[in-house]
């Protein structure tokens, strides 16, 4: 993906202009542009103080957690025995905890809203706490006990003045000794009924208060091996992309401060992470001068994400799970170790849900090609075809223990398609011409097979061992698309399952 694509379709833009808005000089802005925009950001800001929290609260022995139920419930304090403050940075309501979505068209618009100008191009995104005017979402429900809490609300659209999403979002948050356990799940309510090409979701936004300015994780080739954790440096010049985009080998990516204490994020099979400081300084200098008391309002930040593309389409439901682990780097590797799968080996069933797989390719292509007719004796799956790709979520497969992959596929055609396989390493830019499998996939006879399914028949790739796979272990992601043998552009394959395989 180009810088220029990249910058135009990922949210995290939001933060970068939220921070220039405080600090316009170290953005490229113009003179006359700061003083343009001063009054309405003066405006802005004097809505925010005003701000009166209406706090739920939930906590253990380990941990102290406080949602805002007049900012949609979204989480305004985190806190533990060993950090009593407030982690959490309040500066707007575009930071927090707290969710975000993504989804088209671009310059999205509701009539008689005004927009942002500074958002002038942002797509459909309802944030959880409110908008970039500093108007706050509403809490429709709330319940809690004595160890979870949930909360329901009709978040705002962030570049729009007062316009609430056709939407609700649920967030149920339970505490678990030294964890916070997610569970966020967005009702989309929409009547534009387009399918949207796939954006990054944010799973979820975490801001936290600027001493936490040590970006942490595990980057390398061998992952769970005790293999030695980084810090990682990232300044971004004025005008570029706030937060760095990293594939963290072990799923998880933490905040930390000067003493080495702080806040890991962790999603279940989804190695791909945003993260980064709002603070130009580099690492060797924020160590040895550390700014004190860099409060909750305070302009400073952290920022983490896990971060995934998504078809969010209207009429249906999406829910995310993710967990917070606070301790200390060791602490916080060690308790998502328990937590996550150590097999190396993806494993995608399409019964349910689409899995995280996306649809690459022109908008009405995507239309024709992502569903085939389905009656109650047809089992649901995921469908491509000549006009567009099939895309994985990013995964970690590791190549040391399969380069075998099985899947079970279904053929909507009497003439066989040639489906070709690409794979994508930690750090590929792209689909690499040079990393591709094919095979040669016919129409199977009605009835039980091998796979056990109606209609199913099972093939394998294999992945040779030449390009650097040898010296690249990892997978981040694969790619299916069709090349017909009979110059068909539509000849739709339904997928079940795909499992890689372990070595036998």
Known sequence: MSKRTFWQNFHTRRAWLSRCAAAMAGCGFSIRQTMGNAHAQDEIRQRVRAHRPEMRWIENESIKLGVDLNLGGAITWLSTTHHPENMVNNWDWGRQIQMSFYAGPAKFRVEGKEVAPAWADFPWNPVQAGDHFGNASKTIAFEQDMHSLKVTAIPMQWSLNGAPCECQVVSTIQLDRHQVRIINQLENQRTDATFYPARDQELPAVY?????????????????????????????????????????????????????????????????????????????????????????????????????????????????????????????????????????????????????????????????????????????????????????????????????????????????????????????????????????????????????????????????????????????????????????????????????????
């Open 208 to 504: 936290l208060t600027g001493n936490f300015n040590r970006l942490i994780s595990y980057r390398g080739q061998t992952p769970w091996t005790h293999d030695a954790w980084e810090e990682i440096e990232h300044h971004p010049q004025p005008g570029e992309f706030p937060w760095l985009r990293l594939y963290g080998s072990e799923g998880w990516i933490a905040l930390v401060d000067q003493t080495g204490y702080g806040c890991g994020l962790w999603q279940s099979n989804n190695p791909t992470f945003l993260g980064g400081i709002a603070d130009h300084r580099g690492v060797k200098e924020r160590r040895e001068s550390p700014r004190s008391g860099v409060g909750t309002h305070d302009f400073l930040t952290g920022y983490l994400a896990s971060v995934r593309p998504e078809h969010l389409e209207a009429g249906t439901r999406y829910v995310y799970e993710t967990r917070l682990v606070l301790g200390s780097i060791d602490e916080i590797r060690t308790s998502i170790s328990k937590l996550a799968d150590q097999s190396g080996l993806p494993h995608w069933s399409f019964e349910k849900d689409r899995q995280g797989w996306t649809w690459q390719g022109s908008q009405s292509a995507i239309h024709a090609c992502k569903t085939l007719p389905e009656g109650k004796e047809v089992l649901s799956g995921v469908v491509t075809c000549g006009a567009v790709h099939l895309v994985s979520p990013p995964c970690v497969w590791q190549l040391a223990k399969s380069r075998r992959l099985t899947a079970s596929l279904q053929l909507e055609s009497t003439q066989p398609v040639r489906l070709n396989l690409y794979w994508q390493h930690p750090g590929d830019r792209e689909f690499m011409p040079g990393q591709m499998v094919s095979t040669i996939f016919r129409k199977v006879n009605q009835g039980q097979n091998q796979t056990g399914s109606s209609g199913f028949e099972q093939i394998e790739w294999e992945l040779p061992d030449t390009n650097g796979i040898a010296e690249k272990s990892l997978v981040s992601r694969l790619r299916i698309s069709f090349a017909p043998t009979d110059h068909s552009t539509q000849l739709p394959v339904k997928i079940q399952s795909i499992r890689a395989m372990t070595v036998q």
